[in-house]
C-alpha cells in the first residue's frame, strides 16, 4: 500500500521531533513494505523567513492534495512582534480552518513506566487508553451573536455593560463529529460516551438527541452512553479507565481535554489529531501533531522528547491509514523503552539520572 503524506516540520524543536519521525518512517518503509510518499513543506516561521507568509497557497493546496498532514510545532520568540495576519499560528488556523477539521482527537494514555508521573494515583492511571473528541469549529466559541455592550435597561447591573457568547450547534454539526467518534471507536475499543449539559442547556438537549440518532440510524454496534459534563469532569479524575472514546462539545472539550492530558504527565508524550469530512478515497483529511509548541528553551540542544510526535504519526498509521499493527507496534515500542528506564530530560523524575539526546530516544525507539 502507498500513503502520501506531508510533512510540515515548521520551527523549534518541531524540526528536531519530526526527524525523529522520518526514522520510523523509514523503518517501516524498509521492514513491513508500506510505502510513503513524503513531501515536506514550510508553516509557521520557517515559512514566513522564506515567503513572507506563515502558509503560502502552494503548500495549502498540497495539504489539501494528500492523504495525511504531519506538523510539527510553529512560532518561536523572533516572530512574536510580527503583526498578527502573519504570526507563525496563522499558518496552523489556516490549516485547520480550510482544512475543515471539525474533530480534534485528544488522547490520553498512560505508559505504566511513566504512572508516577500522572496527577493521580499509579493504580487509577496505569494503562490508561482513553480519547477525548472535541468538536472544533462550532459552539460557544464562535457562536453569533458575540459581543460585550452596555446593558441599557438595567438600572441594577453595576459596571452597566453585558458580556454576550452564543452557544450555538446545528444538527449537521453535531452529527458529522458523532459520526468521527463513532468510526474512531470502533478502531478501539467500541464504546462512546456523549458529554453534554442536557439538563441545563437546549443546545445539550439537541446534542444528546443526534448523537443518539447517529447511533441508532448507523452505528447500533457501538456501545453509547451519555453523562453530564459536569459529571464527566469527575469521572475522569476518579475513574477514568472506565471510558474508550469520549465525544463532546467545544467548549466542554477544550476542558475535559486539558484535564485529561494531566492524568498521563508530560507535555513531551501527548499527541493529537484533528480530522474532516472524508475525502474521495474515504480516508478523513488530516493532521497529526504534538500538543506542545516549539520549546525555544530547548530548542536546538538535542533535548526534546520525540515521543509526542511519533505517538502522533502512530495516530496517522491507525485513524488514516487503517493500520493498528503498525500502529500498536510503535505505541510498544515506546513502551518497552520507557519501561528500559530510557528517557529524555523532560522525564526524568527527582532522582535523577542520565537522560538521552532527541536522536537518542528515536534510535532506542526503531531499534
Ligand atoms: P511549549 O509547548 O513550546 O513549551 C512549554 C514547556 O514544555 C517548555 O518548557 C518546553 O521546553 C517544554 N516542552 C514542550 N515540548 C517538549 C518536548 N517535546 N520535550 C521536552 N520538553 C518539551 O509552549 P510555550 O513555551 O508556551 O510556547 C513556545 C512557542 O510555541 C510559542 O511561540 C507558542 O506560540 C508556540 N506554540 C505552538 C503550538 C503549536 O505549534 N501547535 C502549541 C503551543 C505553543
Ligand atoms: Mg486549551
Redesign the pocket.
Known sequence: DSYSLLILP?D??GRE?MAEVRKVIDWLGANRGLTFRVEEGLVGGASYDAHGTPLTDEVMARAQAVDAVLLG????PAYDDLDFSVK??RG?LRLRKEMDLFANLRPAQCFDALADFSSLKREVVAGLDILIVRELTSGVYFGEPRGIHADDNNPDNEGGRVGVNTQRYTSGEIRRVARAAFELAKKRGNRVCSMEKANVMESGILWREEVQWVHDNEYPEVELSHMYADNGAMQLVRRPQQFDVIVTDNLFGDILSDAAAMLTGS??MLPSASLGAPMANGRPKALY??V???????AGQG???PI?CILSFAMCLRYSFDRAAEADAIEAAVERVLADGVR???LMGPDGGTAVTTGQMGDRIVA
Open positions: 515548521g523549534g524543536i521531533v510545532a510553529v512560532g518561536g507563525p499560528e496552523l507535555l513531551g501533531e504534538p506542545h509548541g516549539s520549546a525555544p528553551d530547548i533535548k526534546a522528547n509526542a529524555t530530560a523532560d
